[in-house]
Structures are given as C-alpha cells and as structure tokens.
C-alpha cells in the first residue's frame, strides 16, 4: 500500500490544450480521495495518468516512494475499475478475476484461493463459471471490482464505476464500495461527476475544472466552507442561490432587505455576489426559539416540489439576478439552468414538510445569516477562505 | 395473424422474389441440371453418342490420376495461400489499427490490389516472372535463367503469390473490421492486468476475433479454391498445375464433353460444400446470417 | 512512456513494405506498357525506350481493333448487371431489414451459400441451357450470371446499411406533413443513397472483374469482355509478341477502377466489412 503524490502534473496534448495543469495533489496511505468536476474537468485524464495509460507530460507522479513517469502500467502495482468494467466477454468470470494473476504467474492454487475469496466477499460464488454476457449490471460491477481486489494492489483507481447503473443499484453499490474501501484500507482515487457520490464516499474530494484542481478538502469543509464560486455552487443539492450584495459597515444588502454579516465576514464592502444554501432558509413559523437570531422576510412561492422528506419552495425576490463571469461559466459547466437562482430573480428554499406554505401565495421565510457566503464577483473566490487558501 | 401483419408478409414476399428467384435459376437449377448431365455419355463433338450411362462418369473422374492431381494442387494452392493471407493480412490490419500515423496511406495502398482485375493481376505477375521480359531473374540471388513456369512447384508458387497479393487487402479489411469491434478499454484493462503488448494479442485480440478471423478464412477459402484466372493466364494448366476449375472448364469448354465435365462440376460442389460445413462446424454459434448476441 | 524515434522509424519501414508490396506489381505493368517491342524483353524495370504505340495500337481500326469491343461490351455489360441486381437487392434488402416475415432466415443463408458457390459448377450447364436459348455470345447471357452471383454481396451490403437507417423519420416526416411518398423522396432515399451507391460500386467491380464466365459463355468479340478479350490477344501481327499491348490494355481497364476505388475508398472499405462483421 502506498500514497500517490502528484507534483507539477501536467498533461499536454499534441495540439496544444492542457488537459490537466500543474496538479498537486498528495493522496494519503489508505485514503479514499475523490476526484469530481463536470465532464471534461480533467479528472479522468488525471487517473489515467496515475494508471499510467495517459502519459505525463509535465512533472512528477510517484506512488509510494517512486516516481512512476516512465513505468508502464504492469510494473505500478494498481488496479483499475473501468466505467463499462471492461470485462473480457470471451473469459468467465473466475477468469476475469485471476487474469492478472495468472500474467503473474501466481500459482493455480493460490489463484482459486484468492479469486474464490473475492467472490465470497462480493457475492459472486455462484457465478464464477459464466460469461459476462450472462450478468446483470450490478453483477459485472462486482466482478470488475472483484478483479481489482483479487490482486491486492498499492492502490485502487476507479472511473466512475457506478455510472452505468440504474439509480437505486447505484446507492447500494454505494455503500458497498465504501465498506470493501474501508475493510481493505487500501489507497483508493475515485473518479465521479455526481456530487452526492463525491460527498457521501470520500475521505476527501478533489474538486476539478477545467484541467485545475480548486479545493481539496473533506465533504464537510467543501461543503461549509467553498473556496470559490463554482465549488459553491457545485457542491451541493439544490444548489447554492446566489444574489448580488452589496457589503457596508458590518451590514450586506441583499434583495430580500439588509442583513448583519457574520461575524468573520464583517470586514467585509463593496458589490459582492452573496450565496446562500437552500437548506439555511426556513418557513418563519417553524423556526422555533433560534428566530430571533436570524432575518425574515416576505416572498411570494411560485412553485413548491414535495420530497417527502422536505419541500423545495422556489420564491422569487426581487433584486437583480447576481451577475458574474464565474457564474455563466459555472451555469455552463453543470449544464446551464441547473442554478435555481437564474436570471429571472428565483431562489430555492429547502422547507420542513410541516410548512404550510402554499403555491402562488406570499410566505414568511426565514434566513440565517451566520450561513451566509460571500464571494469576490471578480475573481469569484470566497471572502471567507480568500486569505486562508488561495485557490 | 393480423390483417396488418399478414399484408406486410405478403409485401416482404413480393419483394424478396425477383432475387430469390433469379439465385435459384442461375444456381440451383443448373447444379440439378448438371447432375442429369453428369450421368450422362454427352460430348458435343460426338453427338450422336448420348445416353444414360450412370455412375460411369463419376468412376472416370474419381479413378483418374489427373483429376487427384488437380485436386491436390488446389488444396495446396487454397492452404498455402490463405494461410499466408492470415498472416500478412492480420499484421496490414494491426498496422492500419496502430496507425501512428499514414494510415490513409496504407489503406488506399492495399486497396489497388483489390481494385484490379485479376486477369490483370495475374499478367502482372506472369511477366515479372517469364525469363523473357521478366525482371525478378535479374534482382540478385536469382538464377538468370529461371524457369518459373517450367516447373510445377515454381510455377505454383507464383500462382500463389499472385493470389496472395490480390486478395491479401481483402483479408486485411475484414480483420481490420474485427479488431476495431473490440472495445479499447479492454487493452487498457489487460495492460492494469500486466499484459505485455504479446500476451494482448494472444489473449485477447485473437480470441475475441475468432469470429472475424472465421468469416474472414471462410470467405477466402472458399474463393481460392475456385482458382482459375491466374492459372489460366499463366500455366493454363501446363505443368501439372491445373486446378479443380480449370480441369472442369477444360473438360466442358475446351473439349466439350458436358458429361464428363458435369461430373467434374458436380464433384467440385460437392467439395465446396464440405469445406463450408467444416468451418460452419467450427463457427459454433456464430453462424453469417444469425443475429449475434451482444 | 513517451515514443521514441525507434518506434517511428519501425513504423515506417513498416509502411514501406506495405506500400511497395501493394504497388510494384501494377508499377511493373505500368512501365512494361511503355517499352517499344525492342526492349519489352530487357527486364529492367524502367524503360530503356518509351513509347506509346502500345496504347494507340490497341484502337488501330475502330471497332475491328483488339480493345475497343471489348472495352465497351464490358462497360454496358457491368452497368446493365450493376443496375439489376441493385433494384433487386434493394427490394430484399428492404425487406429484410424494415419488414417481419417467415424466411427471412432462409433467404440471408441461400445467399450466403450463393456467395460460397463454385461459378465453374454452373459453367457447363449454363453453357448448353445459353446454347439452347440462344444466349450464347450475347450480353444477356453474361448479365444474368453476374448480377445473380452479386446479389448476395449486394444484399449483405444493403441490408447493413438499412438496418442503420433511423426509419422513424419516415414517420416523422410524415408527421410533419409529408405525404408517404415523400417521406420516402426527401427522408428515406437521401439517407439510403451511399449504401446503395457502395453496393453498387461492388457490384461493378465485382462484374468487371470476372473472367470465367467471361471466357465460356462468349466465342467472339460480339460479347466478350476485358478480361477475356485480354487471354485470347494476340500481337498486331502472328511475328510480335502482344506483351506491350497486353500491358497497355491491362492497365487501361485497371486505372479506371484504381481510380474509382480510391475515390471512393471509405465507402468500398465500410461495404465490404458492413455485411460481414454483422451478417
């Protein structure tokens, strides 16, 4: 078992683009790290580059204590889960699993031994003897994570393993990769595009886009504290609704009336983009006795979505929409439209079922504004992280 | 049954006739028509001895030296031949796949031979072999005054070479469509696996090719064993080196004795057959024509 | 893991074999057809002396010289084939591909077989039933052969190519208020043309290319093909070796198709792997 350092990476292509740029990136012994970002961010190249099937064109990537620049894959001792698990569909399964056993040379034995424990533990025993082909989804997933367990490797990459899975076996898998992760304590990169996997699987996630990391953190500090607008609005479910602000004497103007800053970011002035999370909004009247310490105000709900669990309220205010070149971008790159706060004054409110809020009716919401974000409209980075960790 | 479905099943039927029945008047009728004549004493320079002999035709071909010698030429012809076809045609076809790069180059290289007419072909073989106005007896280890054509071995081997290069590009293509089914991530899971670049291929290139490689050697085989443009342009049999067709052709065109060559037809299909059932044996489950599972 | 300039170089030494391999034969023919009569038999490989006559000499007397008969018996005889067996291919290919129907296996196999057939076992019968119907030494005689031997290549070829067609936009043409026929004027035949177009182009060469039919099913120069015509030459006069013209010839009817096939390369590669990688 080994850590996987990156130090200056680049990857350059022939024509010119970069698809990575001068990553660093320190992966711990036995740390389950996630790389996330849109498509296209650079993630994928990165794990390829760490699988040794990209190759590096700038600076150094070392597993354990070596630098393995020039290693071909064989010779770096990881295994690899692929996003269609690449199966050979002409091998069974016990195959697949023992196949780069047997390029080893491992003994017929031994391999049974360890290709029957695999199966054990991912209950594949009885379908060692099929074809790929005669799998469901779920099934091939275990056994491409069969064939990367069966040979104990420094590390694990995995390429969006779940993606090919219908939503329910996506979540169970889930909870599956995080159990055999942490029972084996193996080193384990875990590329995804989907937030939720990147939050709940992760020791720490690195968010990418657009061949640069922008934070690497723990689920809990990106969520509370994003160094910048798109790591703001990318983590997170609904996401983030942002206002333009305007920051003056320990107060910040937004649309829906004036609220004191907290306390950190009292400091701060100026136009400001003002971000606050769907869940940090509450129906007034279901506060309770934290009431008193926060801002309420009036909105009329356009619309309302049911979960069950909670309802997403969306209101309109009144301000102008927040206006940044870092916002259409981000708007871009999740896929444009996904940001609740569009350009038609519409922010999302994550309610507790028991509100009573009504559709096309006006509704006393509250906010609490020790939650609340402010970033630089400019450079798009966070005021409250800006001196901390310069993105 | 449906109206719907019973009116599309006539539509299907009315448009598949005209070919259908076309491909059973030139090749189904004919064979069954060559079975009457090859029972038969029939030779056209002869006309008035006719009549239904029996098996007797068969018995002269069948116990005839010439015609096992024939025999054995085309099956050494087809054997060697495709064999070397697999080979060259299966390294152009990894070379077109790994193009670094004028993979445009090799492609429309390999294709002048398919495009040329193999009549043509086999001119261009026979002159730059014939001692006369040949120049492979002046590239150097070679005798000056090689006979390629007096000899039979010689001479079948440039045959062969004529054969090889022509239909070489057409093996290449249809590997190459093969090798491009497979899905990339497999290679790159074999190379996490540590398969070296040997091993890829023999592990998983090649046996998930079988079914293109069968197809593939079906085909040739089968099209080579009808050799008979490039004998006929360079031997014409002399030699010892007739093939099954050109001994048919001989005994039908050339001495007009329908009987006998109906039963050299006969005979040849027969042969044909068997050899596409030995590769439909082989084929297992992926029969041309079945829809494959995925 | 970068490459090196030992993998390019293997490369193209690689690329250069391949490419000689594919060429000198034809180029070997190439410069045969350009030495005079004097040198046809110095066997160097770059004429010593050039000259043309080869080429003029083969159209020496209009329609009494060597190649101009054959040249245009083979043209009408390959098109007339092309266009036959194409409107018949279409018509099972279309329905194979677009419509449900018992035997539909059985006609893919018969014409698999058909593909596999040995052409010298029909010689002799065709040769007494042409005799007898008097399709002996005329164009029918080869056309029906040739397009019947090329409708299996030309039904796996279409029917690949339209089982690729997005047939539902026949419908949504008509949804958007195409009548049934246009749908299939502006949709369908705009979509379908390069899979026909490649069939056809096999099929041509397909005609084009044979020889045994060619040399049994004919006795003059009233139906006889290329290939054909080329076995039977004989020199301008009974004291000059034909090899020039041969040459010339051969490489008159062979830069035309080297021509159309490079032209249409892509096409003839995707035809000719369509039908046998997902037949």
Known sequence: MAGIQFDGVTKRYPDGTEAVKKMDLSVEDGEFMILVGPSGCGKSTALRMIAGLEDISDGELRIGENAVND????????????????????????????????????????????????????????????????????????VAMGRAIVRDPAAFLMDEPLSNLDAKLRVQMRTEVSRLQQSLGTTTVYVTHDQTEAMTLGDRVAVMRGGALQQVATPKELYADPVNLFVAGFIGSPAMNFFSAEAENGKVRLPMGEVDLPQDLSGASGKLIAGIRPEDFEDADLVGEHRGSGFEFEAPIEQLESMGSEIYAYFKH?????????????????????????????????????????????????????????????????????????? | MSERARSERKLAWMLCAPAVIAMLLVTAYPIIYAVVLSVQALDLRFPDEGGFVGIDNYVTVLTSPLWWQTVGNTVFITVVSVSIELVLGMIIALIMHRAIFGRGLVRTSVLIPYGIVTVVAAFAWFY??????????????????????????????????????????????????????????????????????????????????????????????????????????????????????????????????????SAVSVLIFVLVLLIALAFVKGFGTSVPGREEEE | MQRGTREYTLWSIGLLIVVLFALVPVLWLLMLSFKTPDTVSDGSFIPNAWTLENYTGLFEGGFESPLLRPLINSIVIALVATTIAIALASFTAYAIARLDFPGKGAILGGALAIAMFPPISTVGPLFDMWRTLGLYDTYAGLIIPYLTFALPLAIYTLVAFFREIPWDLEQAAQVDGATPLQ???????????????????????????????????????????????????????????????IAAAAMLVTIPIIIFVLIFQRRIVAGLTSGAVKG
């Not at chain 1, 491992?106 to 082909?133: F, G, M, N, S, Y």
């Not at chain 1, 919401?365 to 974000?373: E, F, M, S």
């Not at chain 2, 089914?181 to 074999?190: F, M, N, Q, R």
């Open chain 1, 71 to 142: 290693l071909a894959p064989k010779d770096r001792d990881i295994a690899m889960v692929f996003q269609n698990y690449a199966l050979y569909p002409h091998m069974t399964v016990r195959d697949n699993m023992g196949f780069a056993l047997k390029l080893a040379k491992v003994d017929k034995a031994e391999i049974d031994k360890k290709v029957e424990a695999a199966a054990e533990t991912l209950d594949l025993t009885q379908h060692l003897d099929r074809k790929p082909a005669n799998l469901s989804g779920g099934q091939r997933q275990r």
């Open chain 1, 318 to 391: 009144e301000g102008e929409a927040a206006s940044s070149d870092e916002l259409s971008e981000l708007a871009a790159d999740i896929g444009g439209g996904d940001l609740p706060s569009d350009a038609h004054g519409r922010a999302v409110a994550r309610l507790d079922p028991a509100s009573e809020v009504r559709q096309g009716e006006k509704a006393r919401l509250w906010l609490d504004p020790a939650r609340i974000h402010l970033f630089d409209p400019e450079s798009g980075h966070s005021l409250r992280t800006r001196e901390k960790e310069p993105a």
């Open chain 2, 128 to 261: 730059a072999f014939d001692p006369e106005t040949g120049f492979v007896n002046a590239l150097p280890f070679v005798a000056e005054d090689m006979a390629w054509f007096g000899d039979r071995f010689s001479a079948l081997s440039v045959i062969i070479a004529a054969e090889v290069w022509k239909t070489t590009p057409f093996m290449a293509l249809l590997l190459l469509a093969g090798l491009t089914t497979i899905d990339e991530g497999l290679y790159e899971a074999a190379k996490m696996d540590g398969a070296n670049a040997v091993q890829r291929f023999f592990r998983i290139t090649l046996p998930l090719m079988k079914p293109a490689i069968l197809v593939a050697l079906l085909f040739r085989t089968l099209d080579a064993f009808r050799v008979f443009d490039s004998i006929f342009v360079m031997t014409a049999g002399s030699q010892g080196t007739e093939s099954v067709s050109i001994l048919g052709y001989n005994q039908l065109i050339s001495r007009l004795n329908l009987g006998l060559g």
């Open chain 3, 183 to 245: 749908a299939f004027r502006k949709v369908i035949l705009p979509l379908a043309a390069p899979g026909v177009f490649t069939a056809a182009i096999l099929v041509f060469i397909f005609a084009w290319n044979d020889f045994v039919f060619a040399i049994s099913l004919t006795s003059s120069d009233a139906s006889r093909t290329v290939p054909a015509a080329l076995a039977f030459f004989t020199g301008e006069s009974t004291f000059t070796s034909p090899t020039g013209n």
